[in-house]
């Protein structure tokens, strides 16, 4: 069983930045071996996949979208995996979750992830 709480959302203008943080909970060593994943929805569509990081936190998979905006990192020590959002759009406006997903790939499909967090918003005003 993994928890995972997200936090750092808000109100924020175009060309901002903003740090997205998810605290993961693991009851066994084996939960460390998970892959960590940020998805967002926003009013009106489905949830879309953004972010990944292998348990490791040696490599990443980006939504083309975010290319080059935003960057996942993860602190094992810490039980942390983060989302840094550069340059932000209106467009970026969404709900954003963290996911968890005992694998030691790195998957961008929805239904890998078996944990979800409860969601932060990101608003980002034009």
């Known amino acids: 069983q993994v928890q995972l709480v997200e936090s750092g959302g808000g109100l924020v203008q175009a060309g901002d930045s903003l740090r997205l943080s998810c605290a993961a909970s693991?009851?066994?060593?084996?939960?460390?071996?998970?892959?960590l994943a940020w998805f967002r929805q926003a009013p009106g569509k489905e949830r879309e996949f953004v972010a990944v990081?292998?348990?490791?936190?040696?490599?990443?998979t980006y939504a083309d979208f975010v290319k080059g905006r935003f960057t996942i990192s993860r602190d094992n020590a810490k039980n942390m995996v983060y989302l840094q959002m550069n340059n932000l759009k209106p467009e970026d406006t969404a709900v954003y979750y963290c996911?968890?997903?005992?694998?030691?790939?790195?998957?961008?499909?929805?239904?890998?992830?078996?944990?979800w967090g409860q969601g932060t918003q990101v608003t980002v005003s034009s």
């Open positions: 996911a968890a997903s005992m694998t030691s790939s790195q998957p961008m499909g929805l239904f890998a992830y078996r944990y």
């Open positions: 693991v009851r066994t060593s084996s939960d460390y071996r998970m892959a």
């Open positions: 990081i292998n348990w490791s936190g040696g490599s990443t």
